[in-house]
C-alpha cells in the first residue's frame, strides 16, 4: 500500500512540474488545429491567426537587408497562414507542438520566398534542377518529421519546458547569437562575418548556450 | 524512412544541426544533413529538440502588428482553396534505401542521371541545386576502387547512402556524415563487397593530385563546358 502511494505522489509531482499555464495555451492550439482539420472551423483559424500572425509578421521582418520588407511579411503571413489551413489535418500533436509546426511552416516558407526572390535576381537561373518536371521541394530537404517509431511525447514535453526556461537565464551574448542564427536567418559563418568574430567563437557561443538548455548536440 | 542502421558512427556537429533547424544552411549543405537524418534516429531527435528551442525563440519574438484586413484576404484565398485530406489510412509506405530528396533529385532512378567517368573506379553525377558556390554530386566508387587522390580547396561534405569506404584514418558506412576541411588531402578505397555511393558537396572545386588526372579533367571541362552553357 505504501509503496502505492508513494508512487502515487511521485507520478502526481511529475505532472504538477509539467502542468504549466502554458500546456493549457498548447491544448487550447491542439484543439483550434483539430478543429480546423475536421469541420474547417473559421472561428478556431481566426483564433489561431490572432496569436501566431504577429510573430510570423515579426519573424519575416528579421530577415536583414530585405527590399520591400512589408510586402514581404504580408507574404510570409499570407503563405504561412494558408498552409496552416490547408495541412492542418496532418499536423499531429504527438509529433511536434503547435508552435513547433507553426514556426516550421514559417521557416520553410521563408526559405522558399526568399529563394524566389533572389531567382528574380539571377537572371532566371532555375535553383534546383532544369525542367519544372525535376524539380524537388524544398519539403524533402526540410522535411517533416513522421517517425514516430522512437519518439518519446513525454520527453518532448519536458525538453520544451526545459527550453522554455532556461532560454531566460542565458548570457546576453549568447541569445544574441542563437537570435541571430534562428531567425536573421544567418548560418553560423555570417553570424561570425557580422560580429566581427572567428567562426570558433559563434560556434563555442551557440554550444555553450546548448549545453545550459541541456541539448547537447555534440558527443 | 524507418530503416535504422545501426552502425552511423559520424554525425553533423551542432553547427550543421543548429544552421539545419533553422533554415539557414544552403541547400546543397542542408541536402547532406536531411540525408544523414534518414538514416541516423538520434540526430533525428537532436534536430527536433533545435526546432523545439527555434520555435521557442519565435514565440518570444517582439509581436509585429497585424491589421484586420489580412485576415479577411486570407478568408477570401482559403474559400477556394482545396484542403488537404488526412492521411488516415498511410499507404505502406516503400521503404526506401534512399532519401526522399535524393530519390526525386535522380527522378527514382539514378542510372537516368548523366554519370561521367573519372578515370577506371569513380563515376561522377552532378546534381543541381542552384548553389552555384557549391558543387553538390552523387559519386559511385566501385568496389575495391580507389578513388584518384586529391586534395582540398574548400570544405567538403560527404555522407554514404550505400555501402562503405576507408581512408588512412577510419572506415565510414552507411549513413556516415564526413567532413574534410580545406587542404587536407585522402584517398579513399571503397570496401570490396560492393560499390559504394556517395553524396558529396564542395565548397570549391577539388584538385587532383595527379597531374594526368587533372589535364585530363581540364580538357574533359572544356569539352563540356559549351554543352552546359546551353542546358
Keep these: 500500500m505504501r509503496t502505492g502511494s508513494i508512487k502515487t505522489m511521485d507520478y502526481e509531482s511529475d505532472e504538477q512540474h509539467l502542468a504549466t499555464p502554458t500546456d493549457e495555451k498548447v491544448q487550447q492550439w491542439i ?3 483539430e478543429q480546423v482539420a475536421a469541420r474547417q472551423d473559421i472561428k478556431a483559424f481566426a483564433a489561431l491567426f490572432e496569436h501566431f500572425s504577429p ?10 537587408a530585405l527590399e520591400q520588407a512589408d510586402s514581404f511579411a504580408d507574404e510570409l503571413l499570407q503563405e504561412t497562414m494558408l498552409k496552416v489551413w490547408t495541412k492542418a489535418a496532418s499536423f499531429d500533436p504527438k ?4 508552435s513547433t509546426w507553426i514556426f516550421t511552416i514559417a521557416r520553410n516558407m521563408r526559405i522558399d520566398l526568399l529563394r524566389k526572390q533572389a531567382r528574380h535576381v539571377v537572371n532566371n537561373v532555375p535553383l534546383y534542377k532544369d525542367g519544372d518536371d525535376d524539380e524537388i521541394d524544398l519539403e524533402d530537404i526540410w522535411f517533416e518529421d513522421e517517425n514516430s517509431d522512437l519518439f518519446n511525447h513525454l520527453a518532448q514535453q519536458r525538453s520544451r519546458k526545459q527550453i522554455h526556461d532556461s532560454l531566460l537565464t542565458l548570457p546576453a551574448e549568447q541569445t544574441e547569437v542563437l537570435a541571430k542564427v534562428y531567425l536573421e536567418d544567418k548560418s553560423h559563418a555570417e553570424v561570425a562575418a ?7 567563437t559563434v560556434k563555442s557561443r551557440v554550444r555553450l548556450a546548448l549545453n545550459k538548455l541541456k541539448l547537447v548536440v555534440d558527443r | 524512412m524507418k530503416n535504422i542502421i545501426p552502425m552511423v558512427k ?5 553547427r550543421f544541426l543548429t544552421d539545419y533547424a533553422a533554415g539557414s544552411l544552403p541547400a546543397s549543405q542542408a541536402l547532406c544533413v536531411a540525408t544523414h537524418l534518414h538514416y541516423c534516429a538520434l540526430c533525428r531527435q537532436k534536430n527536433r529538440e533545435l526546432t523545439e528551442l527555434g520555435a521557442e525563440l519565435f514565440m518570444q519574438l517582439q509581436p509585429a502588428e497585424v491589421d484586420h484586413s489580412e485576415f479577411e484576404r486570407l478568408v477570401a484565398r482559403i474559400a477556394v482553396v482545396p484542403v488537404n485530406q488526412p492521411a488516415k489510412t498511410r499507404q ?3 521503404v526506401s534505401i534512399l532519401p526522399t530528396a535524393i530519390n526525386k533529385l535522380a527522378n527514382g532512378n539514378l542510372e537516368q542521371l548523366e554519370w561521367r567517368r573519372i578515370g577506371n573506379n569513380l563515376r561522377v553525377a552532378n546534381l543541381n541545386l542552384g548553389d552555384q558556390q557549391r558543387e553538390t554530386s552523387l559519386l559511385s566508387i566501385k568496389a575495391g576502387g580507389h578513388v584518384p587522390h586529391h586534395r582540398h580547396k574548400g570544405d567538403e561534405i560527404t555522407v554514404i547512402l550505400k555501402g562503405s569506404f576507408s581512408d588512412h584514418e577510419d ?4 549513413g556516415d556524415f564526413i567532413v574534410r576541411t580545406r587542404g587536407e588531402t585522402h584517398r579513399p578505397v571503397a570496401s570490396q563487397d560492393q560499390d559504394c555511393l556517395c553524396l558529396s558537396t564542395l565548397d570549391a572545386p577539388i584538385v587532383m593530385s595527379n597531374w594526368l588526372l587533372r589535364i585530363g579533367l581540364y580538357l574533359y571541362n572544356l569539352a563540356a563546358a559549351p554543352q552546359r552553357r546551353q542546358a
Design chain 1, 31 to 33: 484543439t483550434c488545429l
Design chain 1, 55 to 64: 510573430m510570423i509578421k515579426s519573424f519575416a521582418y528579421k530577415v536583414p
Design chain 1, 95 to 98: 509529433l511536434a507542438s503547435p
Design chain 1, 194 to 200: 557580422e560580429l566581427k568574430l572567428p567562426l570558433g
Design chain 2, 10 to 14: 559520424y554525425h553533423p556537429d551542432a
Design chain 2, 92 to 94: 505502406a509506405q516503400v
Design chain 2, 171 to 174: 572506415k565510414y558506412s552507411t
